[in-house]
């Protein structure tokens, strides 16, 4: 038990770290000050599992609690600013990053959630709202329509990771390491994928046929 809650506060803490990393490369991006960026790195690192855990009665959350969490995102913004100009060299970090915390926290998101009792499709609503929570809040920060709004695959991407984890949960398939495992690497290879080939939900047009 004790191995399975450091593996999965491991992976929480990657999320985050993963999630500070966008925030700041964003931020950073965006002409932001210093306490800008520190501020939208920590307000995406744990914005969606701030909602999480206030609706399932985890209170305080733990993002506001627990200070490896601040110094988490701390160290990605130190991090972003030292080595800006090695960042900007990357291939869309910021969404590389943004899909690696996606794929993290819904996946421990999802196993917070069970963990405290609920049945699995409340664990699949608040794993996703977990994932996307945090990138909805750093875009309306800087000012940009929030990727789960558009038509790519995001919340596609977080709903199929919780969903791997909450059923693995029911039926008990493997141990629940290799579950995290799969939902992490399906939810994040799936993004990836839908980046790379241009794979998107579909869009209704307002234009009227003739």
Known sequence: MENLY???????????FAFALSG??????????????????????????????LCIGAIPPAGLVNWHYLATSLAASIMTISIYPVVRKMNRPVIFFDAA?????????????????????????LGITTAVGGGIIRDILLNRVPVVLEKEIYASAAFTGALIVALGHHFNWLTSDWIYLIGLSV???????????????????NEKTN
């Open 101 to 125: 915390g996606l794929s993290f926290f819904a996946v421990t998101g999802t196993q917070k959630v069970l963990i405290f009792g609920y049945n699995e499709e409340v664990a699949i609503l």
């Open 6 to 16: 450091n593996f999965y506060y491991f992976l929480d803490l990657a999320g985050a």
């Open 24 to 53: 700041a490369t964003a931020a950073r991006e965006r002409g932001l000050d210093l306490f800008g960026i520190c501020a939208t790195a920590f307000t995406v690192a744990c914005g969606g599992g701030i909602i999480r855990d």
């Open 187 to 205: 939810c994040f290879s799936l993004r990836m994928l839908a980046l790379h080939f241009h794979w998107n939900l579909p869009i209704f047009s």
